[in-house]
């Protein structure tokens, strides 16, 4: 027979089985897919995610960083729950959600106030209305930054100089247009095949945020960049809903308060901009700002199809594009 101090010592270890063993039920491991190399900036708020987790739940709920540059793939991966969270840009989402894609047409905002203001009011909470149709949930707004060209020369200043120059166009409607109405020779390609189309003259021009071009051979290859941040790269924390739904309050609460704030993450990449741009010409590259004749030409070559090119997108992407010009046309008011 048992004595009474066995018997308190065998239920002590039953009792700490149990706990053990409903934590290794609790215990989970997500994916985090993301275009994002590991040395950029942005791969510092994925990482942030990553540890936060593992840190506040003593490594029960592991997030694994998984990089892959074909941003519409993972959103396709995340979609049919093969990732269960994504870091991408709306050229990710936009091919699977037209109207994300509204916000990557050209010359679409006029500053960043005005961006962040119609961004925070008006297209995030219609925005994830619509991913929550396609099963996926918006977790965070983030940023990747303004979108401008890098080329070859320092021709590039020039809207003129584009007619019949061999463009990477990136494989989404507001790129194919953009530089179809520039009057490029354009290419579509992967971003993986642009480094060696720019090595071997397939392509002499482009265009890709300026911190995501930095870790790019592009920044050798073209080594002329034109901040004529005529496209906007929003980035979203993006999550499967079953997956997302399938965490229980704490669970999520420790994902958002391991993730930078949507303005955290707006000023770290504007900040990074400027020290890089620095860097970058010190180490022998070139940077151009344009003079607002020189943007005017630009846009004067875009513009006038942009209504057009957001009709053609389909499902709810004109009623996005509205409210975005009804959130532009408040935010003047209230600042003038």
């Known amino acids: 027979m048992l004595t009474k101090l066995s018997k ?5 270890v039953l009792a700490a ?5 409903a934590a290794q039920a609790q215990a989970q491991e ?3 897919g993301t275009p994002v190399p590991p040395k950029n900036i942005m791969a510092t708020f994925i990482n942030a995610v990553i540890n936060g987790v593992a ?10 960083y998984y990089h892959n540059f074909n941003e519409q793939a993972l959103t396709e991966q995340l979609v049919r729950g093969r990732i269960q969270m994504a870091y991408v840009s709306a050229t990710g989402v936009g091919v699977t959600v037209p109207e994300a894609a509204v916000l990557n047409v050209p010359f679409l905002w006029n500053s960043d106030e005005e961006r ?17 149709k396609r099963g996926i949930t918006l977790v965070r707004v983030g940023e990747a930054g303004w979108t401008s060209l890098f080329c070859k020369t320092d021709a590039c200043v020039d809207a003129d100089v584009f007619q019949g120059m061999k463009a990477r166009v990136s494989p989404n409607a507001a790129g194919k247009y953009f530089w179809a109405a520039l009057g490029t020779n354009g290419v579509t390609l992967p971003l993986p095949d642009t480094w060696t189309a ?6 002499d021009t482009g265009d890709l945020t300026f911190g995501f071009y930095l870790v790019t051979p592009a920044a050798k290859s073209a080594p002329h960049y034109v901040f004529t941040q005529h496209s906007h790269q929003p980035a979203f924390f993006l999550a499967n809903k079953q997956a997302w739904a399938g965490l229980d309050a704490a669970a999520q609460k420790q994902v958002l308060d391991s993730m930078p704030s949507t303005m955290d993450m707006r000023e ?13 010409l010190a180490n022998g590259g070139h940077t151009y700002h344009l003079t607002k004749a020189q943007l005017d030409k630009f846009k004067g070559k875009v513009v006038p199809g942009v209504p057009k090119l957001v009709a053609d997108y389909g499902g ?8 975005i010009e009804k959130g532009k046309k408040e935010f003047a008011a209230k600042t003038n």
């Not at 962040?116 to 929550?132: H, Q, S």
């Not at 709810?316 to 409210?323: F, G, K, N, S, T």
């Open 316 to 323: 709810r992407a004109l009623e996005m594009y509205e409210v």
């Open 30 to 32: 997500w994916k985090v």
């Open 116 to 132: 962040n203001y119609v961004t925070d009011k008006y297209v995030a909470p219609m925005l994830a209305e619509i991913l929550d």
């Open 17 to 21: 089985s149990m706990v053990v063993a």
């Open 55 to 64: 840190e506040k739940t003593g490594g029960a709920f592991k997030i694994d």
């Open 268 to 280: 770290t990449i504007r900040q990074d901009n400027i020290a890089k741009e620095k860097q970058f």
């Open 198 to 203: 720019l090595q071997t003259g397939v392509v």
């Open 8 to 12: 308190i010592a065998a239920a002590g």
